[in-house]
């Protein structure tokens, strides 16, 4: 019985982030050449010795934007419907009097959620690398 209560707290962990493998961080620039400087360290990481997990970065969604026409009456309506690369769709609902059909094909800009001063969270690799995993908001934030 024991064996398999370790199993369970083994598998419920084990995607978990070990605060024993992880340091403390303040991101001293951004986002041009990021650099970091590690709690206890003297000199900074630069740009090459930083890995960062993708969700902290700025990211582009690809997006088609079709304006339908419907009448109502006399009066022509619309919706704006958006399909994402992804083949996602929503529909905004938002009325529109135009008369073609038309599309907009374009980007959506995630920006990064990092700014000059955050504190984050990282660990050590291999060769005097880190890897950012995020903001530390049990700091305060």
């Not at 209560?5 to 990021?34: F, M, V, Y």
């Not at 934007?65 to 419907?70: D, L, S």
Request: glycine share 10%; no cysteine.
């Amino acid at each position: 019985m024991l064996n398999e209560a370790l199993k369970l707290l083994k598998d419920q962990t084990k995607d978990n982030i070990d605060a024993r493998d992880t340091e403390r961080a303040t991101l001293l620039s951004w986002p041009g050449s990021p650099s970091i400087e590690v709690d206890g360290d003297l000199t900074p990481y630069p740009a090459d010795k930083l890995v960062f997990a993708e969700y902290l970065l700025d990211r582009e969604v690809k997006a088609d934007f079709i304006a339908a026409e419907y009448l109502e009456v006399d009066e022509a309506k619309g919706s704006v419907t958006g399909v994402l690369a992804n083949g996602m769709v929503y529909e905004t609902g938002e009325p529109y009097k135009q008369t073609p059909r038309s599309s907009l094909r374009g980007k959506l800009v995630i920006p990064s959620p990092l700014q000059v001063g955050d504190r984050l969270i990282v660990s050590r690799l291999s060769g005097q690398r880190y890897y950012v995993h995020g903001k530390d908001v049990g700091a305060g934030g």
